[in-house]
């Protein structure tokens, strides 16, 4: 138990001693880069990305359109069926 900090080495239980606090320096603070320096930076980041092809592109946009279409369509039905509905349970 002694090993484990719990014990002192004559047997009697070991207080917690605290790791004495350090003073903690503010980190230098960085230059501000110029507006030039910015832009090639951007630029080597948007040299890296996975531009998607062409044929991704019109495959996707295809995608988006079609389930588009659908949604109103569905949305457009039953806000139809809900309308004639309540019509129908409230005509006098």
Known sequence: MQRQGQVDADGSVATKKEPPKQIRNR???KQRTTAVQFL???RGELRQVAWPTRS???NSSAVVLITLIFMVGMIFLLDFLFAKGVSYLFRP
Do not use: D, F, K, L
């Open 27 to 29: 980190p230098p603070t």
């Open 56 to 58: 991704e592109v019109v």
């Open 40 to 42: 090639r930076e951007v």
